[in-house]
């Protein structure tokens, strides 16, 4: 099946035949769907914290940076922005000249309050020999997407989303990058220092490093901190091999292997580099502007209040246990702990030997820890919190997709489709152990919950394997809880129209 060729190829991206050959097989098998109890809900996994105890956690947040820890904000930012103007690219390669559908006409409706309109005019000044208003005037709306969407005009069609111009201030406009910046140095700064991380694209490394080294110290002086920005790409040894609907090879037109990026999950191998003692996630394109920043920066220092607080009793269960000097009683309130406020329960705990238990007990609470920020459910499309069982037997809390569930058992669908919240990747996390040292998080992923898309290439047919998704089976083995954040701190940005929302203006 595979080839001298084939093997170069697969050993020059730093992958092993071994590891070929079991997604080859992976594409036959299929992934199991998760087994589900329920999906979590207020009172049955989802904290709601009272005014004075947000107060409290905010307030334990606010000593914990005090005390100088390291602290990252971690911005997944790889992808181009193509998605966001699919409709915009329909409408140039449309037989007709003027706005026909909802979406085209809300678009040239709102050009004047995007961000982006006036470096869009200077672009049809340059290109076409008139500006916005001329060219509507005209009729020639064609003429004004394809200054935003080509290389030679904005090339918004091929850049990172993280480098489009989103919001509008007195002071000009700011892209998402800059968003998060400022986000960093209002709820992530430590010590005078705000550390800041960005996954990106090869193609795009150059791109944002230019914009930062651009933009950086305005908001470094603005808010009086000292910005330490870095970079990372996702590995080309996370790949994965593309299949051909028999599960075989697909192969190139010059006869090698397609490899593809598998997913979002790649990028445990990136956060796992990170040395930090929390790291806040959050994705690229979920910011809002400065008007609208106070409950973000205050649900954000929540979550990581309760972070930290939960941590912080962890680790002082551990010691104790290493002590090995603890009475009946004790081990009880370590039980109460691990199934009530880390949300992981054993059906058959009572039946575990006093040794036994201090084995499980140690495990589950010397592990990475996250706190979910999760929204009321109102019918946007991706993932949701469930309490799921676990291949030891246990039930916790996890982020499960569509494509996670078995669409045939009704009673699942109904979990999903019902599930009072979702999730807006909304993540503080927890990456080191109880001695201070990094977990080794590749450890903690669940490899059975990947799953497998329909992608076509030069128009053939084929499978693409995806990995477990960064915060769905790349954390399946971490402590996660979940706690409700209002809606108004999920905005994100799916279309370009999006950006007319009241959210983004």
Request: net charge negative; charged share 25%.
């Amino acid at each position: 099946m595979l080839n001298n060729n084939d093997l170069k190829q697969i050993a020059n991206r730093g992958i092993t035949e071994e590891q070929v050959m079991h997604q080859l097989e992976q594409f036959k098998t299929g992934f199991p769907f998760l087994r589900l109890e329920a999906a979590a809900s207020v009172g049955n996994g989802v904290l709601v914290p009272t005014d004075d105890e947000r107060k409290a956690f905010i307030e334990r947040w606010n000593q914990y940076k005090a005390e100088g820890h390291r602290i990252v904000k971690f911005v997944p930012a790889s992808g181009a922005a193509s998605r966001m103007f699919k409709d915009v690219f329909a409408f140039v390669d449309a037989p007709y000249d003027e706005p026909q559908t909802a979406f085209e006409r809300e678009f040239f409706d709102g050009l004047k309050k995007f961000a982006f309109r006036e470096a869009l005019c200077d672009k049809c000044k340059e290109n076409e020999g008139k500006n916005i208003r001329t060219l509507l005037d005209e009729g020639n709306y064609k003429a004004i997407a394809r200054q935003m969407l080509s290389p030679e005009g904005l090339n918004y069609g091929q850049l990172p989303k993280g480098l489009l111009l989103f919001h509008n201030y007195e002071d000009g406009p700011r892209t998402p990058m800059e968003e998060h910046l400022v986000e960093a140095a209002l709820y992530a700064a430590s010590a005078g220092e705000a550390n800041v991380h960005f996954t990106v694209s090869h193609d795009h490394l150059e791109l944002f490093k230019a914009k930062v080294a651009e933009k950086a110290s305005k908001y470094a002086e603005k808010y009086g901190v000292k910005f330490n920005i870095s970079f990372s790409e996702q590995k080309p040894s996370t790949d994965t091999i593309a299949a051909n609907p028999d599960c075989t090879p697909f192969r190139q037109e010059d006869g090698s292997l397609l490899f593809r990026p598998g997913g979002h999950g790649a990028l445990i191998e990136n956060l796992n580099e990170i040395e930090a003692d929390v790291v806040f996630i959050k994705n690229i394109d979920n910011v809002v502007p400065d008007r609208l920043k106070e409950p973000t920066v205050e649900y954000k220092q929540l979550l990581a209040g309760i972070l930290v607080s939960l941590q912080q009793r962890a680790f002082e269960y551990l010691r104790l246990l290493d002590t090995g000097n603890y009475t009946n009683q004790q081990l009880q309130d370590i039980i109460r702990f691990v199934q009530r406020d880390l949300c992981c329960r054993k059906a058959d705990i009572k039946q575990l030997e006093d040794a036994e238990l201090v084995i499980y007990l140690r495990k589950k609470l010397n592990r990475p820890m996250r706190v979910c920020g999760v929204v009321k459910n109102v019918g946007e499309p991706g993932g949701g919190p469930f309490l799921t069982y676990n291949p030891d037997g246990t039930v916790s809390l996890q982020i499960l997709e569509s494509s996670q569930i078995d669409k045939k058992n009704e009673d699942y669908m109904r979990m999903f489709t019902e599930g009072t919240h979702f999730n807006p990747v909304d993540l503080v996390c927890a990456t080191r152990d109880y001695k201070g040292q990094h977990f080794n998080l590749p450890d903690f992923v669940d490899p059975q919950t990947g799953f497998i898309s329909q992608k076509s290439k030069s128009g053939r047919e084929l499978q693409a394997l995806e990995l477990p998704g960064l915060w769905n089976g790349a954390m399946s083995d971490w402590s996660t809880v979940f706690v409700e954040v209002p809606l108004e701190t999920f905005n994100p940005v799916k279309t370009v129209n999006d950006l007319l929302r009241e959210q983004h203006q």
